[in-house]
Every structure is written in structure tokens, then in C-alpha cells.
């Protein structure tokens, strides 16, 4: 199994410019999510899918917009990067809503300027 | 609603010296409690949790933690530190459906 997988590792934008992160796993797991962690504010829920077909809003969703129309892939776009947007992305999965064992893909690095 | 605080934002031992990092959570219920590792450029690593039952948790590379109710702590305890241990760590809680909250992170260092 490649656990999650996450690319690119490292991405420059533009401000305005507009991207996707792509999130991918093949453990079968129902439950996905999208973190950005930021120095001293550790990792915060952008958003989240309970299943192919269903995503909802974390902690800090604007700017961000997320699909879930097969089990394996959960991408992330970045509608009009912002400066605000740089930050480490990291996709997760697990199991099921129920279960609390999250698995980290390795992260994207992203840097708006 | 629900918090983690990690008091240390960083932390520099002795290779071999003993290590705490410490853990304090706010949550009306119990929680689940998690310890991740996050090694540089890399992503994050489960160390141990506790969901029940023993309040002493055992995880992987020799770390242990205990959950005290009554201090609303998690603490990640190590009694002799490697090099290889020097990462940032995270507490988390589990707290109900898809809801994860994250602490700051502690970056631990090991002088040699």
C-alpha cells in the first residue's frame, strides 16, 4: 500500500493564480480531510468527506473548494491564491467518521507570492 | 469548545536525558487523546493514543504517555532520548465526528 500520497510536494503561485492539490489513497478509507498548518497554529481543518459525493467545511474553508467524486482522491483547489494561502497542506484519511486513526500524506509546500 | 495547549514551544535535552512534553486539553467529555511526530519535511506520524481503559499509553520508538483527568493533561514522556528523536510534536484531540484539534506543537532538540 502507498498509504496517502500528495502532489506536488512544492508549488510557487502567483497571486490570483488558481490550483489543485491532489490527495490520493488506497486503503479504502471513507473519511478524508484537508489540513494547513501554519508555524505556532498547528494543524487546522480546512475541509472534510464523509464519502465519495459528500464534503463539508472545517475550521478555516474560504478559499478552498473540495470534491470527492471516487473514494480514493479528495483534491484541494486553491480558487485565487493568496499571500495568506502559503502554508504546508497535508491531506488525511481514515477508516470511517467513527474511526480516530488518521494517516498523513507527506505534505505540500505552497507558497503564494 | 474544544482546546490543546502545548506549553513549550521548544525544548532542547541531552542526548540520553529523560524527556516531558507536556499536554493540557479542554473538552466537556472524555476525549481521545494522540500524540503525532512530524520529522522535518515529512508528515505526521502517530506516536501513541489513549481512547480507554489504562491511563498509561505505550507507543512506538519508546514513548509513553499518561492521561490524568483531574489535570486535563496528556503528557508524552520518554525516560532516555535518541538524536533521531529530535522532531516537532503534536497533541491532538479527538473530539466527536470529524473534529481533530491540533495543539501548537512542541519542536524538541538533542544536543549530542
Known amino acids: 500500500n502507498a498509504g496517502v500520497t500528495q502532489t506536488p510536494k512544492f508549488q510557487v503561485l502567483k497571486t490570483g493564480q488558481s490550483m489543485t492539490l491532489q490527495c490520493a489513497q488506497d486503503?479504502?478509507?471513507?473519511?478524508m480531510s484537508w489540513y494547513r498548518q501554519d508555524p505556532g497554529m498547528g494543524l487546522r481543518l480546512i475541509h472534510y468527506s464523509v464519502g465519495a459525493g459528500i464534503t463539508d467545511q472545517g475550521e478555516v474553508p474560504n478559499g478552498y473548494n473540495v470534491s470527492r467524486s471516487t473514494t480514493e482522491d479528495f483534491p484541494l483547489r486553491l480558487l485565487s491564491a493568496a499571500p495568506s494561502q502559503t502554508s504546508v497542506y497535508f491531506c488525511?484519511?481514515?477508516?470511517?467518521?467513527?474511526?480516530?486513526?488518521?494517516?498523513f500524506g507527506p505534505g505540500t509546500r505552497l507558497t503564494v507570492t | 469548545a474544544q482546546s490543546v495547549t502545548q506549553p513549550d514551544i521548544h525544548i532542547t535535552v541531552s542526548e540520553g536525558a529523560s524527556l516531558e512534553l507536556r499536554c493540557n486539553y479542554s473538552y466537556g467529555a472524555t476525549p481521545y487523546l494522540f500524540w503525532y511526530v512530524q520529522s522535518p519535511g515529512q508528515g505526521l506520524q502517530l506516536l501513541l493514543k489513549y481512547f480507554s481503559g489504562d491511563t498509561l499509553v505505550q507507543g512506538i520508538k519508546g514513548f509513553e504517555a499518561e492521561f490524568k483527568r483531574s489535570q486535563s493533561s496528556f503528557n508524552l514522556r520518554k525516560p532516555s532520548v535518541h538524536w533521531s528523536d529530535a522532531a516537532e510534536y503534536f497533541c491532538a484531540v479527538g473530539a466527536g465526528g470529524q473534529n481533530f484539534v491540533f495543539g501548537p506543537g512542541t519542536r524538541l532538540s538533542v544536543l549530542p
Open positions: 486503503m479504502n478509507h471513507e473519511y
Open positions: 488525511a484519511s481514515r477508516r470511517s467518521q467513527g474511526s480516530y486513526e488518521q494517516y
